[in-house]
């Protein structure tokens, strides 16, 4: 939207802000006991609870009209239909049609994608059948263990994924080799016979160097180990570079597309889901598929006031651009979500990380947060003392499952009753009085209590979502991700920028190129000249330090 329009409201929104620092939630949940379920939302087995944000109807209508300022109703219209989202790439953004029915058709230059989309989910799902059963045969066999060589958006989605649904696993195992860094791809298959791995290269340009160095040391891996002429067997490519798959040498039918207008981030949903596929099958890729469905309908077809993702966007906006606050934690109480924040940060910083608007001008406003976490309840033992008390406040996303897959509910339920108890905790704080009177029931010295009393103090306040939903299948984790991606949407559309691009993250690729040949060993002793009396200094004792120069 015009940096203009939402100005205004944020204008009218610090009036909120000023109005709502006056009373504490503790005071708002007592003068209001139909809070909690006011500022909560259920959609199949899953609640949406927002009520232990510092908001209240007036400000939350406040945040509504900025929805509505912002047109969200068409622009999510124009998001599933195919609108040239992606501008500066000049590209539809249309990861939703990979989950959608049927019908009705989206076109992309005149011709229905959902065909296409049907033929290669047939294709991918037939494939990862016979990985699983064991028909496909590599030269040692069946294939045992799966590696997926991808980094970014081609590694991040599957590689939460296996380890979200690890109860639905069956089949081979399966491994991610993402970093450059040699230790990843050396630590992740030195167990592994190469006669029964397979590699599957998910690069969507085909040409990053990270994945394309460790698809090389895969092929030279195998070299030696594997007939010359079972080598290929052992490859899969997932791209949308057909021509850069073709020179690697993965044939055709071991080769599965996908297109340009899928983000790489957005891509989990695509071909680049293959190892997520075998390892839970096709039946509950499908259910994962199906929960992302679920979700896109719940937001395009629900109300603002009551639409998940628009909600998580509009409080979002309301921490970031009213209150000031820097970042966003996420913090699953499920561990098998443990990937998920570096999932989200992907998803969220690389989509909203942006300060250039729509319009080629300067944003006047913060956008995307930084977003980081970890599981509970190992995070409580961490961080959690700065959750509380530290100078930044940070809001935070909890989620939890009811029921865990594990016989014994035992320690679910302490591991639920944590999770509640950390978002009362920063809810309600603890006061002086409180401390004080406590203090004074342990029998101290009124000197001690004096000393004592302040560090015991919480201010309380300090806000948070919590999504509980009943376990985390396919189909949950398929709607979770897709509230996120949403939510990330809408945000895009209210700071007006494009929310599918990542152009930040060229230049970097482009440096290490140039510095790349200076670190070879007949360039030691050589002049450097990298333009930067820094970098000069650096690689010039990296030389020394690899022995390089004597
Ligand atoms: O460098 C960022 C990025 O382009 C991401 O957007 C993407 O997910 C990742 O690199 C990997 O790209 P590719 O799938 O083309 O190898």
Redesign the pocket.
């Known amino acids: 939207m015009p940096q203009s329009a939402l100005k205004k409201h944020i204008k009218t929104l610090r009036q909120h802000r000023s109005r709502l620092e006056q009373v504490s939630v503790r005071e708002l949940f007592d003068a209001d006991n139909g809070r909690a379920s006011r500022f909560s939302i259920e959609e199949d087995t899953l609640l949406f609870d927002y009520s232990k944000n510092r908001i209240d109807p007036d400000c939350m209508n406040e945040l509504l009209a900025l929805a509505k300022s912002a047109d969200i109703e068409n622009a999510r219209i124009g998001l599933f239909t195919g609108d040239n989202a992606n501008f500066t790439e000049n590209r539809p953004a249309l990861h939703t049609a990979l989950r959608a029915k049927d019908k009705p058709e989206i076109f992309v230059n005149g011709e229905d994608i959902k065909p296409q989309i049907n033929q290669m989910k047939l294709r991918l799902f037939e494939f990862s059948e016979i990985v699983r059963d064991g028909s496909y045969q590599l030269s040692g066999g069946p294939v045992r263990d799966v590696v997926n060589i991808?980094?970014?958006?081609?590694d991040l989605g599957p590689q939460m994924g296996v380890a979200a649904l690890k109860p639905y696993h069956s089949g081979p195992r399966i491994h991610f080799v993402s970093n450059v860094d040699g230790a990843d791809f050396h630590d992740k298959v030195t167990k592994l016979d190469p006669a029964t791995t397979l590699f599957i290269i998910?690069?969507?340009?085909?040409?990053?160097s990270e994945?394309m160095a460790n698809a090389n040391l895969a092929k030279n891996w195998l070299t030696d180990k594997v007939p010359a002429d079972d080598i290929g067997l052992h490859f899969i490519a997932l791209s949308t570079n057909l021509e850069a798959t073709a020179a690697f040498g993965i044939v055709k039918e071991r080769t599965f597309g996908f297109w340009d207008w899928v983000?790489?981030?957005y891509?989990v949903w695509s071909a680049i889901g293959l190892s997520l596929m075998i390892a839970i099958g096709s039946k509950n890729y499908q259910q994962f598929l199906d929960g992302g469905r679920a979700a896109d309908e719940h937001f395009q077809n629900c109300d603002m006031k009551e639409n998940i993702p628009v909600l998580m966007a509009l409080i979002g906006i309301w921490h970031r651009n009213v209150w000031g606050f820097p970042t966003h934690a996420i913090l699953p109480y499920d561990n098998r979500l443990a990937r998920f924040p570096a999932y989200l940060q992907?998803l969220d910083m690389?989509s909203n990380g942006k300060h250039i608007c729509s319009d080629g001008k300067l944003s006047k406003f913060a956008t995307g947060p930084i977003i980081w976490g970890e599981p509970g309840t190992n995070g409580q033992h961490a961080f959690y003392q700065l959750l509380h008390q530290g100078t930044d406040i940070v809001p935070c996303d909890f989620l939890v499952a009811a029921k865990s897959h594990e016989k014994n509910q035992t320690q679910q339920r302490m591991l639920v009753a944590n999770c509640f108890a950390q978002s009362k905790a920063m809810m309600l704080g603890r006061t002086l009085e409180r401390v004080i009177g406590h203090l004074k029931r342990l029998d101290l010295s009124p000197q001690q209590i004096e000393t004592l009393a302040p560090h015991k103090v919480f201010e309380g306040n300090r806000p948070s979502n919590t999504f509980l939903y009943q376990q985390l299948t396919p189909y949950v984790l398929g709607q979770l991700i897709a509230f996120y991606e949403h939510k990330i949407f809408v945000q895009g559309t209210i700071w007006g920028i494009n929310s599918f691009d990542?152009w930040g993250?060229e230049l970097g690729?482009q440096l290490a190129n140039e510095i790349r040949p200076l670190l070879e060993e007949d360039n030691s002793g050589k002049p450097i000249s990298t333009r930067g009396p820094s970098t000069n200094m650096l690689v010039k004792k990296f030389h020394q330090l690899s022995g390089n120069q004597k």
Do not use: C, D, N
């Not at 991808?150 to 081609?154: A, H, L, N, Q, T």
């Open positions: 991808g980094i970014g958006g081609s998910a690069s969507k340009s085909f040409t990053t994945t983000g790489g981030r891509s992907q690389e990542q993250v690729k």
